[in-house]
């Protein structure tokens, strides 16, 4: 899943981006799927890592009320406006990659 640190930042982008979106709210099944490679614990391991760094507001540990503190706006304009160009590939797993670091809006439709 995460293995560089260019993978470790866009999957926080992705992952902001989609609880900006409010896509943990309306199908946190498909993000799981499609950002945490369908590991229900690695995602709540990110949304803790997140909270814990002041990034997420939320109450307990519900991540489904998680919205983006007003910090972590800032911090996703710099992780969109920095994110690498990418290309199409032929492997379905990294056409979703790519789709995702381009911020395409279907990302979880593919």
Not at 2 to 17: F, I, S, Y
Not at 95 to 105: D, I, P, T, V, Y
Request: proline share 1%.
């Amino acid at each position: 899943m995460c293995e560089d640190q260019t993978d470790q930042l866009e999957l926080m982008r992705a992952t902001l981006r989609c609880i900006a979106e409010d896509m943990h709210r309306i199908d946190s099944a498909a993000m799981i799927a499609n950002l945490f490679g369908g590991s229900t614990l690695f995602f709540r391991h990110v949304l803790l890592d997140l909270s814990n760094r002041d990034l997420l507001e939320h109450e307990g540990t519900v991540f489904k009320h998680a919205r983006l503190a007003a910090f972590e706006w800032s911090v996703l304009a710099m992780l969109e406006a920095t994110k690498p160009a990418v290309i199409d590939y032929d492997d379905a797993t990294q056409q979703r990659s790519a789709a995702s670091q381009r911020g395409e809006e279907r990302v979880l439709a593919i």
